[in-house]
């Protein structure tokens, strides 16, 4: 027995020792099938690569965006050229060749950003500034207040030189009695301030987003503006003054909520909108309707080829002679681009417009009209024009509903369901009703595929789902397409002949029932569900999961589950700060230890209701403010949570010094001196010249009891658009 024990303890150890080495070869051979099924998959469907080409050019872009300082000009163009240089060595070398041409794509969304950058670049106002100024109007809106948002390129400053004026100005006029007209230089007084800051850090960025579009100052006008000089007879003057007639025609004809929203879907002006329809639309899911972009596009530009191809073909000898069809196709692009002008041409039209021109120009050369090759060149354009666009909410929706729906409809399941649905040899009245089924169907999936693929960026951006999206697109959008749509169309073309009152009596008709329709939904319990804010990670992999199921035609699409996945199962992760501190120092807010936020101030505020939706808190900020956490007296208030710090808000300089005895966290508005800030005994210290220097400030409890901070200086980096604020001593010295 001990001979035969001795033989099996050898191969007993010897199988032990093979068993890792078994583990590890099963390993690698997996992963060397993985790797060659996901290169076979890649290579097979080579003619998908191009789709990928703005994904890359947004990989780019996002790398401009992420830095923390500027980069030269030339880093950009240095990028692109060695990147280049790489792929025309390696054009023949398969999967490097392959690499070298992702690095080109990523290096032309950082050029683009860089030059964008230093075309749009123009001074901004540092600090207040009143006085008078003579400037050309650019454009007018008018506000659901009453008052005028003028755009203004100003021509001189007091005090200012030429260098340091800013190249254009909004300036909001509440006097009454004012009338102006785009491209008259006028004279006014106004007090004008820098663009604002985020209210906390990591917010949107105000400031960023008008640095793209020049504006260099924001406030208001204390005196009517006065002519100067009346404008010139220029096409930008022409145009401008046509958008502001048929915006006035429109609203003052059909009048009330449906004048301003059908203005809106006409020439893009929708600050005279009321709230009470704003929220409506937005609880039924409609706020796309009001903004003009692919469906408003798509529906001008569709009903004119329709209705010129539909003329065209009651006359035999044309349509059997000659290609009606490309005609319609060259009339619709002709009425594209001119509702393309009268909207004003925002972002989302322009980008809706590059959309609708691929697609009638590929009817003109017998191509397909839709596909995802056109979306991709679209988003080329859009990203090699504006890189900015790719930060904003109008982007990611529009897009991403285009590419979910043109993969929808591409899959040959769906396409199989579609032609059955069709269906042959009906009689007139089954036809007639498989018809209405087809389209409330067709509306239905399409309303869908859309909702799904624009909630992750619309819960993202504005922290709100609207929960009956589906229903209140059920609803209305057949009225948009049947009504109010070609009603718009004939609006234009009738209004030069001032025949357009029927046309727009039927338009005000049909936003009337959409806004009924939102009205209904709107009061329907839980129709606005508010969220909290996201990290940007979530969506970062929400959108690559999406895009890889989207993009790829074989079953290796469906691995985009996974960062889908993830990304939802990390959606609600981002950690929120529990203390917030605005720019000014005029309002803060603690969190309990329950995780809710309680305000400083009752008073209402952009900021206060920011702070409140990022949290996913539906509280107005007056019950966010109903606290006993806070006790308050001459000499400030003291803010005192269960297992929480004690913050102290002084408003003395008496206060300082009795609250850094009793408080971890001191919140000053005014400015300490050095020698007082070295014997408080606070472990936080904010005073005003922190809040001057850094901008909104956050502060987060650790669990080893320390206490981080967090400032929207930091998080913003020393970019152009962010202001270059004094040192300590000099700001102490201005005092």
């Not at 909207?343 to 397909?368: C, H, K, N, T």
């Amino acid at each position: 027995m001990s001979i035969a024990g001795d033989e099996a303890a050898p191969d007993a150890a010897e199988d032990a020792f093979d068993r890792p080495i078994s583990l590890a070869s099963r390993f690698w051979e997996g992963t060397r099938f993985a790797g060659g099924f996901l290169a076979e998959s890649f290579f097979s469907e080579n003619d998908r690569w191009f789709l990928w080409s703005p994904v890359l050019l947004g990989f780019g872009i996002a790398l401009y965006f992420s830095l923390s300082f500027e980069p030269p000009l030339w880093s950009g163009l240095a990028a692109v050229a060695v990147s280049a240089a790489a792929l025309a060595l390696l054009r023949q070398r398969g999967a490097s060749a392959v690499f070298a041409a992702v690095l080109l794509c990523i290096a032309i969304g950082f050029a683009a950003s860089t030059i964008r950058n230093w075309s749009v670049s123009a001074p901004v106002l540092t600090k207040p500034w009143a006085g008078e100024l003579t400037a050309r109007l650019v454009a007018t809106e008018l506000t659901q207040k009453g008052a005028i948002s003028a755009l203004f390129e100003p021509l001189s400053m007091e005090r200012l030189s030429p260098d340091d004026m800013p190249a254009r100005l909004r300036i909001s006029i509440r006097i009454p009695g004012v009338s102006m007209q785009p491209g008259e230089t006028l004279r006014l007084r106004a007090r004008l301030l820098p663009p604002p800051e985020p209210v906390e850090p990591g917010g949107f960025d105000y400031a960023r987003q008008v640095w793209f579009q020049s504006l260099g100052g924001v406030g208001y006008a204390f005196t009517a503006p006065e002519l100067i000089a009346p404008p010139p007879d220029d096409w930008t003057t022409w145009l401008a003054t046509l958008r502001a007639n048929i915006t006035r025609r429109v609203q003052t004809e059909i009048g009330g909520a449906a004048g301003a929203v059908a203005a809106a879907l006409i020439t893009g002006e929708q600050r005279a909108i009321p709230e009470k329809a704003v929220v409506d639309l937005r609880n039924a899911g409609l706020s796309h309707v009001l903004s003009i972009s692919g469906l408003h596009m798509v529906l001008f530009g569709g009903s004119l080829f329709w209705l010129v191809r539909a003329g065209l073909a009651l006359v035999p000898s044309l349509a059997q002679r000659y290609p009606i069809k490309k005609w319609g196709a060259a009339a619709a692009l002709v009425g594209a681009t001119c509702y393309l002008l009268i909207s004003g041409a925002d972002v989302a039209a322009r980008r809706a417009y590059i959309m609708i021109v691929l697609m009638f120009i590929a009817v003109l050369l017998d191509r397909q009209a839709i596909s995802m090759r056109n979306v991709a060149l679209a988003a080329l354009v859009v990203l090699l024009w504006q890189p900015e666009s790719l930060l904003g909410a109008s982007f990611h929706m529009s897009f991403a509903a285009v590419v979910a729906l043109i993969a929808f409809y591409e899959s040959p399941f769906v396409q199989r369901l579609t032609a059955a649905a069709r269906g042959q040899g009906d009689g007139y009245i089954f036809g007639l009703i498989r018809f209405a089924a087809n389209h409330i169907v067709g509306i239905l999936l399409t309303t869908t595929v859309a909702g799904f693929a624009t909630g992750a960026y619309a819960a993202f951006h504005f922290d709100r789902i609207a929960i009956y999206g589906m229903a209140g697109n059920m609803g209305a959008l057949p009225i948009v397409s049947a009504i109010v749509m070609p009603a718009a169309l004939a609006v234009l073309v009738l209004m030069p002949f001032g025949l357009d009152g029927p046309a727009l009596w039927i338009m005000g008709k049909g936003v009337d029932a959409m806004l009924w329709v939102a009205q209904i939904i709107s009061d329907w319990e839980g129709s606005d569900r508010m969220v909290a804010t996201a990290p940007m990670s979530s969506l970062v992999l929400v959108t690559l999961g999406g895009l890889w199921m989207a993009l790829w035609r074989g079953h290796w699409r469906f691995i985009g589950l996974a960062p889908l996945v993830v990304g939802f199962a990390f959606w609600g992760s981002d950690r929120r700060a529990d203390v917030l501190i605005d720019r000014d120092g005029a309002l803060a807010a603690i969190r309990a230890i329950d995780g809710t936020l309680t305000l400083t101030a009752a008073k209402p505020s952009y900021t206060a209701e920011q702070w409140l939706r990022h949290d996913g808190d539906a509280r107005t900020p007056a019950e966010a403010a109903k606290t006993s956490l806070i006790k308050c007296d001459a000499l400030g208030c003291i803010w005192r949570g269960e297992g929480r710090p004690v913050v102290a808000f002084p408003t003395t300089l008496d206060a300082v010094k009795e609250d850094c005895r009793n408080a971890e966290i001191v919140i000053a508005r005014m400015g300490l001196p050095r020698s007082m800030r070295k014997d408080c005994g606070a472990k936080i210290i904010v005073d005003r010249f922190d809040l001057w220097r850094n901008g909104a400030t956050a502060l987060y409890f650790e669990t080893d009891g320390t206490i981080r901070r967090e400032t929207a200086r930091e998080m913003r980096g020393d970019r152009p658009w962010v202001l270059r604020r004094q040192s300590g001593r000099e700001a102490r010295k201005a005092q």
